[in-house]
Structure formats: C-alpha cells, structure tokens
C-alpha cells in the first residue's frame, strides 16, 4: 500500500496572473492542501487538471482562494483527526467570508462522509476518489446544502487528463488504482475500490509529456503496483517501457506487494540502470501468525527469499520498509520475531505505527484488540531505535565513497546547501557550489547520521562535475 508519508499542507503550486473572480468560468480560484500518501499527492495533481479547463486557477496563499479542497487520507485515525482539526480552522475562516467554498475529496469523503455532511455544515463539496471529474459540476451547485458524489467506480482510471505536474524534474504517475487485497488491517479497497490498470499506452504518453516538459525522475504509484496488469501487458513489461523513455534519467516505484514480485521483474530492474536500485518493501510484521491474521498472503520465510533473490540480482540493492506494532493478537514472542526480521534485513529506513483500528475493515469487524496503547507505544518506540542504529550503522558504510546525486532542491536548514538523491534513495546534503535542482553531481560522503548523508562535490565548480541534468 501506498500509505506512509504524512503530508503537511503544500500551497507550492504556481500563482495565475488571471485576476479574482467569483465565477468559476472566469477564473475562481482554488487552493488545495494535501494529507496522506503519494497517491495523494498524485490525485491533488490530477484534480488540478480537471479544474484548470473548467476555469479553476491556483491560489499560492489560503487568504487568496475562492475555493479550499482537502485532499485527505484514511489509512490511519490521526490523519483523520488532522482534517477533523483543520476543518474547525475553516469553518471559522468561512464564518467571516460565507462566499468561500470548501471541500473534502480523497478516502476520508469515502470513509466518514456521513459525518462530515452531519457535524460540519461548512463543507460544502464531497468527492470520493473516483469522482474527481464530478468537482467542477459539484463546486458550481454548492450553496445551501453539500454537493457530493461518493460512487466507486471500476472503471474509472481518469485516461486521457493530463495532472498538473507539481514537483518540477520529478513526477509522480499512478498506473493503477484501488485494491484486491484486503489485509485485515487496511481500510483503502473500501475507500478507493477495487484494483485496475491504467492502459500502458497511457502510462507511457505521460512519462513522455514528462520528459519533453523537462522532467527527469518518475515514480510509478500504485496500491500494490507490482499487481498491474492490463490486457496482456504485466509490471515487468511497462516498468522495461517506461526505462527507455528518452530523457528519463530515473524510474522508481512504490509500494509493491511481496507477493506480487514476479521474477521478471527482477531481470528488469537488473537490467536497465535507469531503474533505481532501492525497493520498498511494506512487510508489517515479522511473525506468521501475525503475517496470517492480516492476510497478507506471505511468510516471513517467502519474504526473505525475496530479499535474498533481489540481492543476487542487484548486489548493492536497498530496502525500506512498512511496519506496524501491536496488531490484535500479537504477543511478545510476535514481536520479537518482527525485530529478528528487522535485523536480518537490515533496513535503510521504515515508516512504523502503532496499530490503528478503522471502522469497516476485516481487523474491525472480527479482530478484537489485544494489545493496549501502552504496549503498543513501548513496541512501537523499540521498533524506532532499532531502525535507527541499523541505518545508522549502513549509512556509515557509505562514508568516504563517491555517489552520484540528482540535485533536488535547498536545504531546509541552510540556504548554502543542497540536498539531493542516490539512487539507493539515500538523501545527501551538500554545499551548492553553483549547482541547481535537475543537476546530476557526483559527491564524496564526508559524514552521515541515520537519515543522512553529508558531503562535497567532487570539484568546486559543480557544472564541472555534471554527469547530466536540466539546462
């Protein structure tokens, strides 16, 4: 599942110079703020390119907007709570200028739409994610009473729109959406639907679009992507088509499904250097019984096969991963063999949770909780400082070797610094010495901490140091 990265708000979409108005067709304005996962972050990008031919424009700032859209999440009950929060903060701004519309689109308009339209008479639109092409109808009929539109639809891939790409060099492209798995635990078949693909064809057209706009990196999206099919046409096959793309100097992929890793696939990561050597792999719990009641249809034992043969086809691979601590019904010898797992691997990084119960999946209905919240806090914060040391430990081995960065922006904590990515997906921090963002630059690691690798460029002059990159 794509569920791990918790998003804050993010206004950085460009400004139109197209004045303010309060008629959609001629230009009102829209601000969306993003929670949740990648997908998220992709369907922000595709609900912007359904509104900006209906005569939607950006707004850079909340102050400036016509209409505010939260694009939520609901994997887990404190994404909730942040929108339930945010939505208070609205509600009040809305009370001194009634003409503002607001909106909540993504899983959380699937999963608790009901309440929304019942406890908070200030939102005026709801879209779950199939129904993103119903916003400019529903935001044009807002009024009295909340516009909404909560089907799932099996059909519906969103072909032919062209997202409003945010990020610059990097995009992220979905290439299927929704779910068959049903792990107990997770609540997003229910709230994004049943899995499909998107046409290769597709895909393809908009990694293209991509590149000619500039674009160097794509991530290819999907629940469980590595399950993509479509007609004849497997992962392994788009993934070997989107590696070609001229101008794609980057492929990465997330989040697969252990138990949807084909061999062939293998072959092709191996074999096309564009493909990045990291992989996130979500494995949850280290234990078969607890493996077992989230249905998540693998063993611990197949799981570290996988591991092993990804290895033997690309030596110097990475692995990240998804974990969750306290699941009903595991003990403390289940957890232990969740930290055993944890070590054997040996993990970069990994986005961990104490289990969080959601109304309506199989856990909920059927699973009673076990664990308290005061074991499930202890486990979850041993499972953090043993994730530490090991990155740690694997981040000092990379200390005083060479590593080819793709420049990717400014540092947060020093404006004299950029940081960038490896293409194991480890994060180095570097003085600018005349690089920019799109700039391929070979580094040296001086130092690192368990998130981070410092370094310097190879030579004081970093256009000297281009391997490639964005003029």
Known sequence: MAERIPIAPNPTFAASEA??????STGERVFIETYGC???VSDTELILGILRPAGYRQATAIEDADVILLNTCAIREHAEQRVWGRLGELARLKRTRP???LGVVGCMAKHVGEELTGASAAVDVLASPD???SLPRLLAAAGDSTQLDLHLDRAEQYEGIDPVRTRGIH????????????????VVPYVRGRERSVPPDEVVRQVEDHARAGGLEVTL???TVNAYHHDEVGFAELLARVAVVPGIRRVRFTSPHPADFEPQVLKVMASHPTIMKHVHLPVQSGSDRVLARMRRSYTRAQYLDLVERMREAMPSVTFTTDLIAGFPGETDEDFAETLSLVSEVGYESAFMFKYSEREGTIAHREIPETVSEEEKGRRLTRLVELVEVIAAERNRAWEGREVEVLVEGQSRRDASRLYGKTEHGKTVVFPANGARPGDFVRARVLR??????????MVAQAG???LGGAA
Request: aromatic share 8%; net charge positive; with cysteine.
């Open 99 to 101: 003409e503002l519309k």
């Open 38 to 40: 990648q997908m998220n």
């Open 448 to 457: 690192s901490t368990s998130h981070t690798l410092h370094g310097e460029l």
């Open 464 to 466: 000297l140091a281009l």
């Open 131 to 133: 129904a993103y092409r």
């Open 221 to 223: 999206l999907g629940q």
């Open 171 to 186: 995009a992220w492209v979905t290439i299927m959406r929704g779910c068959d798995k049903f792990c107990t635990f997770c």
């Open 19 to 24: 004045p303010r108005s309060t008629s959609a």
